[in-house]
């Protein structure tokens, strides 16, 4: 069968448009053995090949120029039928360009909010024409179709449209009757409603022209690629925010698991909402304590957390004592305000030995669990053997195991081997990630039935214990850690303690690590958020000897030599600005009366009357692990740690003649020293440096990387792109189709006091507070002068605002972010609740989350009404449902 393709596109000089198809004579889908296209001039391409090796074939064009891929279309392959009975075929394509509303793409759309209930294959036969166009804005209940000026195509009379099929939605597609077409007609595609065949909606712009062949004997024509040309608003929706370990129903455990998401499910479709956000679900255990309740300092980058293990979902145990005594002690735990991560995890786990001991080698010789094993094993099992020994070995630090210390593979299939002794303990492991596993993909299905999508969180970071810095520490830089620099949540920068990537060896690798955590990610859920997506730009380093983060420095960055400091007009000197600079002034404002004392003890004073910190007390690490063996005052800790942060460069950790200005520099004593002339300098440095220096570069870097993870699953995709922000990242969010965070009260305009909502853009997530926020009802009492703001400049109200933030005020705070144009509002499950007076919890300041700048923040909060309570307020439910409906969502 000849096959003859036409395409236009405009070439930039030197570059050729190329063909690559999945049949031998296409290539195979491998660019190195793609055909060159023919250029006929005026943008237009053509070429015909011979093609008898299969009778379907996937194609793509892309550009190449000196020999190099320059460009790709964007979305999935053209696919044709090649059937029997067809000599010619003709296909006129259309470019694709990377879509405007990509996000329209991605599973959650396609599979859940907009699928057709039942697709259809497109038929392709001899003697007919195939119009296929892409339409991702159709809902349940409608179809595209055609309408036209010819009788085939109703002559453009209402009811009279032809439908087309959908076999790879949003694709859409019709086969005409060539016999039937005149040489020329004119058509646009519209939207029809499936039960009274009415168009309801018209595409945009000019009638299309169709031309066909007279004679077309066992020929057959397609035009593909075309895009229905929508004249609609653009879609909006709603959705709620919470940890699953926040859930509360009756039969908690005394925290959420994945069955109650099944119940939460239930109460997104009462009200109208199409998205459940969650925090990360991945394994934390390291010290069985409540340390561990923190979601984002994850041990296994594919494990799920053991804690949301729905016990309801597992077999019960034959001693009705012990299943008695469980009850009893579920009961009290569920009856707490907030979750009691200990007490839970370690009910849980008595549980986990009974019933495995009772069950567990029954089902691990099932069928299903042997296919789980089969497609997870690469890293189930260095995980069930991380477990093993951590416990075994009495430490969550793999140095400290020995032989084990340095992983590899010939260890652990002995390790890991059935016959050990110690099998058990490993097994158990594989045990509770397959029921875990059959949890949440029972979840996921029951939100897919009920059209609501479940939204994952992928934390930057992982465990400095954790498998994958144990098995794979090559893709890490296990010498520094990270962090964020200093912002709302945090003035002095947060420290995460987790190792850095070394992206350079991830990228050798084909960023192979990534993916696959990403497409792990995609088994459970249609939607996530990328945790600190900035660190795909670059990421906050802090030194190893630091405990804070305002030592910190942007890695990578173009780093400042000397000399280009000399050349802008200031005088560098290393060892009085990349040293601390303490004087008396300095030691009298931070310990008052004690100052001298202190000096005494931690300090010495050098020949020019500064002084320097002991040896001993040189580093935040050396203080603080000498102030957790003493009873001293914890005030003096914080003040010598502080004393550590009076530099003002940060030396490059690679080149060490290189170094960062140290961010908010302008508050050392060092810079406050200056003249006015070296102030102005360096501030010209420093602002340079932070805005637009590394600009460029920062936006090559994340374009080696986020491109290709995006495109490895088809996931909804949104970045969690606060705090200091360079220029570049909306423009690559943007293109790659990622939807950015919104919050009204952290705006992105330098200078603004409060976003404004009308102003966001359409392909962003809105959001009233983070978990890592107080909810509304909290901020409002944060701060009475912001809060008064707030009340007069954003809600147009006069006099004074009132103390509490009122069921009506909160009312129309959610109102205003409901009428944004940010294509989804996700609010808090705590601020949904906000705007009923009887509902909502008596106490604001329980309803927090996380508090950032407390790395000891204990990760505890809960409903405080069980959902089934929730489900019974029909008055409530039937409110929010009408709020998200009149806001067009």
């Known amino acids: 069968m000849l096959v003859d393709f036409h395409i236009h596109y405009s070439p930039h000089q030197g570059e050729v448009l190329m063909l690559n198809g999945s049949t031998p004579e296409t290539g195979y889908l491998q660019e190195e053995n793609a055909l060159e296209m023919h250029y006929l001039g005026d943008g237009y391409w053509q070429l015909t090949v011979n093609i008898n090796s299969s009778r379907t074939l996937e194609y793509r064009y892309f550009v190449r120029k000196d020999g190099q891929t320059k460009r790709r279309e964007w979305g999935d392959n053209h696919i044709i039928g090649l ?5 010619y075929c003709t296909l006129y394509d259309f470019w694709q360009p990377e879509s405007d509303i990509s996000f329209l793409y991605s599973s959650a759309y396609t599979d859940i ?5 039942h697709p259809f294959k497109t038929v392709y036969e001899p003697d007919c024409v195939i119009l296929k166009v892409q339409a991702p804005f159709v809902r349940k209940g409608q179809s595209i179709g055609i309408s036209g000026n010819i009788e085939l195509l109703g002559q453009w009379k209402d009811g009279q449209a032809l439908n087309m099929q959908s076999e790879r939605f949003p694709e859409w597609s019709i086969t005409l009757d060539a016999k039937k077409l005149p040489e020329s007609c004119v058509y646009k595609f519209v939207v029809i ?3 009274t065949k009415q168009i309801i909606g018209w595409e945009w712009g000019e009638p299309r022209s169709l031309f066909t062949p007279r004679c077309m004997d066992r020929q057959m024509l397609m035009h593909s690629g075309m895009v229905y040309r929508f004249q609609e608003a653009p879609w909006k ?9 926040s859930l509360r129903s009756e039969d908690s455990w005394g925290c959420g698991d994945f069955g109650d998401l099944k119940k939460m499910t239930d109460w997104a479709e009462t009200t109208g909402l199409q998205m459940i956000q969650l925090l990360p679900i991945n394994d934390t255990t390291l010290t069985g304590t409540w340390l561990d309740s923190y979601p984002y300092n994850a041990v296994s980058i594919f494990a799920l957390h053991p804690l949301y293990a729905s016990i309801n979902d597992f077999a019960q145990l034959k001693s009705k004592k012990s299943m008695k005594r469980y009850e009893t002690e579920r009961q009290a735990l569920n009856a707490l305000p907030e979750m009691d991560y200990e007490k839970v995890i370690r009910l849980k786990w008595d549980y986990f030995k009974e019933i495995f001991a009772q069950e567990g080698f029954t089902v691990l010789k099932t069928d299903g669990y042997q296919a789980f ?13 991380f477990c093993y020994l951590k416990k075994e070995r009495g430490s969550y630090d793999f140095q400290d195991w020995g032989t084990y210390a340095t992983y590899s593979p010939e260890k652990m299939d002995n390790l890991t081997d059935p016959c050990q002794p110690w099998y058990q303990d490993i097994a158990i492991h594989y045990y509770i990630q397959y029921q875990l596993h059959l949890q949440l993909i029972a979840a996921r299905e029951y939100a897919h039935t009920h059209a609501i999508i479940l939204k994952g969180d992928i934390p930057i970071g992982v465990s400095r214990s954790s498998v994958e810095t144990w098995t794979e520490p090559r893709l890490f830089n296990m010498d520094t850690q990270i962090g964020a620099p200093p912002d709302d949540f945090s003035v002095k920068g947060q420290n995460w303690g987790f190792p850095s990537y070394n992206w350079e060896r991830m990228k050798t690798e084909n960023l192979r690590w990534w993916k696959r955590r990403f497409q792990k990610m995609a088994d459970y859920f249609d939607a996530y958020r990328i945790d600190h997506i900035l660190g795909f730009f670059r990421i906050w380093e802090i030194p190893m000897h630091a405990t804070e983060g305002l030592l910190g420095y942007f890695s990578p960055a173009l780093a400042i030599s000397p000399d280009e400091m000399v050349d802008n007009g200031f005088k560098f000197d290393e060892e009085m600005m990349t040293e601390p600079y303490i004087t008396q002034k300095l030691m009298k404002q931070i310990f008052g009366k004690s100052a001298q004392d202190i000096a005494s003890k931690y300090l010495i004073k050098n ?8 040896t001993g007390f040189k580093t935040q690490r050396e203080i603080v692990d000498y102030f957790k063996k003493t009873e001293e005052d914890k005030s003096v800790c914080e003040g010598l740690t502080s004393l550590c942060n009076e530099v003002l460069f940060v030396t490059d950790p690679k080149e060490k003649n290189l170094f960062h200005p140290r961010i908010l520099s302008a508050n050392t004593a060092c810079y406050k020293s200056f003249e006015p002339d070296q102030k102005a300098a360096f501030d010209k440095l420093y602002i340079d440096f932070f805005y637009f220096r590394n600009v460029n570069f920062w936006k090559e870097k994340a374009n080696e990387i986020l491109p290709e993870l995006i495109a490895s699953t088809k996931m909804l995709v949104c970045g969690e792109d606060l705090g200091m922000i360079p220029s570049c990242v909306p423009e690559v969010m943007h293109q790659l189709g990622i939807l950015s965070l919104e919050i009204q009260r952290m705006p992105k305009k330098l200078g603004a006091m409060f976003e404004n909502l009308n102003a966001i853009p359409y392909q962003s997530v809105c959001t009233t507070s983070t978990h890592d926020m107080n909810p509304i009802r909290a901020w409002w009492l944060e701060n009475p002068k912001i809060t008064q703001q707030y009340y007069q400049q954003v809600l147009w109200k006069k006099g004074d605002a009132p103390e509490d933030c009122t069921p009506e005020i909160a009312e129309q ?6 009428d944004a144009p940010a294509v989804w509002v996700i609010l808090p499950w705590q601020d949904w609740m906000s705007f009923d007076r009887e509902l909502r919890s008596p106490n604001p300041k329980e309803e927090r989350i996380n508090i950032p700048e407390n790395s000891k923040n204990i990760w505890k909060y809960r409903m405080h009404i069980t959902l089934e309570q929730l489900l019974k307020e029909h008055q409530f439910n039937e409110k929010v449902k009408n709020l998200v409906r009149a806001s067009g969502r």
């Open 83 to 87: 059937p029997e009975g067809v000599d």
């Open 113 to 117: 909010i907009l699928a057709i209930d």
């Open 193 to 195: 409603d499936n039960q």
């Open 237 to 245: 929706w709603a959705g709620v925010a919470i940890p699953v370990f």
């Open 373 to 385: 094993f089969q497609e997870n094993r690469d890293w189930l099992v260095p995980y069930a053997a």
């Open 607 to 614: 020949s020019i009357g500064r002084y320097q910190l002991k």
């Open 813 to 818: 705070i959610i109102r205003l972010h409901l």
